[in-house]
């Protein structure tokens, strides 16, 4: 099975940081990694899919990069609706998620 | 517009065995390429998947849970049903449905959207 690792677990940040959250898969999945937004008692939204492709109506704020084993997901200017946790996902092989990271306001 | 509706008890007692019941609108499971996967989320805790449906009947589990797990679908009245037996308390969890959504081109994959989830408490 494919584990997938994100780092940091939280972090603390203010309105208009830039964040950048890593996510690292335990063997090479291309770019078949995707990312989701979770508030809390909402259930996950998709913000970018195939490691660097905007969901339709995701704020250009959000971008993604990376292939192989290491991604990472960026929010270039924090917003107040941003504060939530995030997820990355493989879908290379069956699906896996990370442990997701916190977003918190500083 | 895709929509989806998890259903099912609130509560279940320690060794028993939990049927969820996915209802879903705006796609057919008969559709090639289409699918539906079921994910958990402890209190507090990280998103898990649990299992996959695809429009073929072709079916995988998270190999963890595996042995517990059965999903099944019912295209005439489009739903997805996922069970898991041997219930334990460490299995209270909220369970969501997912509609798998296919790349137009290649095999890539995302789940959107989500249903709202239902919370199952494990307890006796």
């Known amino acids: 099975d494919i584990q997938m690792t994100q780092s940091p677990s939280s972090l603390s940040a203010s309105v208009g940081d830039r964040v950048t959250i890593t996510c690292r898969a335990s063997?090479?999945?291309?770019?078949?990694l995707n990312w989701y937004q979770q508030k809390p008692g909402k259930a996950p939204k998709v913000l970018i899919y195939?490691?660097?492709s905007l969901q339709s109506g995701v704020p250009s704020r959000f971008s993604g990069s990376g292939s192989g084993t290491d991604f990472t997901l960026t929010i270039s200017s924090l917003q107040p609706e941003d504060f939530a946790t995030y997820y990355c996902?493989?879908?290379?092989?069956?699906?896996?998620f990370g442990g997701g990271t916190k977003v918190e306001i500083k | 517009q895709i929509t989806l509706k998890e259903s099912g008890p609130t509560l279940v007692k320690p060794t028993q065995t939990l049927t969820l019941t996915c209802t879903f609108s705006?796609?057919?499971?008969?559709?090639?390429?289409?699918?539906v996967g079921w994910i958990r989320q402890p209190p507090g805790k990280a998103l898990e998947w649990l299992a996959l449906?695809?429009?073929?009947?072709?079916?995988r589990y998270n190999p963890s849970l595996k042995s517990r797990l059965t999903i099944t679908k019912d295209t005439s009245k489009n739903q997805v049903v996922l069970t898991m037996t041997n219930m334990d308390p460490v299995d209270t969890a909220t369970y969501y449905c997912?509609?798998?959504?296919?790349?137009?081109?290649?095999?890539?994959?995302?789940?959107?959207?989500w249903g709202q989830g239902t919370l199952v408490t494990v307890s006796s």
């Open positions: 063997q090479s999945i291309s770019s078949f």
């Open positions: 449906i695809f429009w073929d009947d072709d079916k």
């Open positions: 705006g796609f057919s499971l008969t559709t090639s390429g289409v699918g």
């Open positions: 997912a509609h798998r959504r296919r790349a137009a081109v290649g095999n890539d994959y995302w789940f959107d959207p």
């Open positions: 996902q493989q879908s290379y092989s069956n699906p896996a």
């Open positions: 195939a490691a660097s």
